[in-house]
């Protein structure tokens, strides 16, 4: 494989219609290996401070004939921002406080291992312009087989489920703990005397203040007490930021969509969704502590599912992590490797040790990518990890 690398926004500009087709055609879609949403995280969270300093730094793969094969969208980051001492890290867009679930190289799974071996050659003939790489979502059974002097550091799960053809077909094969689950979250309500509707908003200006609704309640979420713990992942002005206008962007071309369940003239309980094909992404939630005992999230993602059935669509991702508001449905499983690879040179092997030694005085992980899996969206429903 030829490997071309891309430094600026223009060489990315041009890349996207075949970026884009090729992420059109892999069979689990998911928003984050779009040419559109690095496109715009770049130009949300870049930074070029004296402090922290990123550079493009995106890989195309191309085999013989010149067909783009694999793209590897990473920047290189230097702390400080410049200066011979400066430490380089080789990493993948997306480096956030998990508003990007997943990152890594964006090929077929068939062409993975191929991809990351021609990468791996290509970064070798340039190794002295970093000190270490990050890899993300790797698929490959051994990693270091094909990168030497890979080390592992975490795994991520994602969860996503194949629809049939209706909804009734979906609760027979699904365990009795979950259809009784889903018959209580309605009948709660009811029974209280509540009367409630699930809006499906996908106009893009209404769509906007429902995100606007989402972002106040997942941020109540993260401060609610006696539950599981949750952190506001877009406490950050860039982090929302970036979702507003990404999502503005997808539902332009009608590719993302607001679940919200409607109490009165008020929304309670929210989760916004990103199409892709016949694929629905189901991505962070925010609701009402008040409305927690209703289980109200349960009974918007299961709105959610039997919407995505009725519209046609082959999958729905109920996101990364694992907990029991995903894996009670019983959805398939991939698993993404995470790591770290210091440079083969004298000073790579040095700054990635000084780097390992520094987030350890932090009280962070070993190495980046190491630590427990993060949780995830979840569905935020009344009781547990799925709140």
Not at 34 to 45: D, E, L, N, Q, V
Not at 334 to 341: H, I, K, P
Request: proline share 6%; aromatic share 8%; with cysteine.
């Amino acid at each position: 494989m030829q490997v071309q690398a891309i430094t600026d926004e223009g060489g990315l500009a041009a890349l996207d219609p075949e970026w884009a087709a090729l992420d059109a055609a892999l069979p689990i879609r998911m928003p984050f290996s779009s040419p559109a949403w690095s496109a715009m995280w770049w130009r949300h969270f870049r930074r070029d401070t004296p402090m922290v300093r990123d550079a493009l730094r995106v890989f195309a793969l191309r085999d013989a004939a010149g067909a783009l094969k694999g793209v590897a969208p990473m920047m290189l980051t230097c702390r400080p921002g410049r200066g011979l001492l400066r430490l380089r890290e080789l990493q993948f867009l997306g480096a956030d406080q998990n508003v990007t679930e997943l990152r890594g190289v964006v090929c077929r799974e068939e062409d993975e291992a191929a991809v990351l071996a021609a990468l791996h050659r290509h970064l070798g003939q340039v190794e002295r312009d970093w000190d270490w790489v990050q890899w993300r979502g790797l698929r490959v059974p051994d990693p270091a087989a094909v990168l030497p002097g890979f080390s592992l550091g975490r795994q991520l799960v994602d969860l996503h489920m194949p629809l049939p053809g209706t909804w009734d077909a979906l609760r027979a094969r699904l365990p009795r703990n979950i259809k009784e689950s889903i018959r209580k979250c309605r009948n709660s309500l009811a029974r209280d005397g509540i009367e409630w509707t699930l809006d499906v908003i996908t106009e893009p200006a209404a769509l906007a203040a429902a995100l606007d609704r989402l972002l106040a309640l997942h941020r109540a979420r993260s401060a609610a007490e006696g539950t599981v713990p949750h952190p506001d992942v877009f406490a950050a002005p860039a982090a929302r930021a970036f979702i507003a206008a990404y999502t503005a962007q997808a539902a332009a071309r009608g590719g993302a969509c607001m679940f919200a369940l409607r109490i009165g003239d008020e929304h309670v309980a929210l989760r916004l969704g990103f199409l892709m094909g016949r694929d629905l992404y189901l991505y962070y939630s925010g609701y009402d502590p008040a409305w927690g005992r209703y289980s109200v999230m349960t009974t918007v993602v299961a709105g959610a599912i039997e919407w995505a059935i009725g519209q046609g669509l082959g999958r729905v991702n109920l996101s990364t992590g694992i907990d029991v508001s995903k894996t009670r449905w019983r959805p398939e499983q991939v698993t993404f490797s995470e790591g770290y690879q210091p440079a083969g040179t004298l000073r790579g092997r040095l700054a990635s040790r000084m780097d390992r030694v520094v987030r350890g005085w932090a009280g962070r992980e070993r190495f980046p990518g190491a630590g427990p899996a993060p949780a995830g969206p979840g569905d935020a429903g009344a009781q547990g990890a799925e709140q």
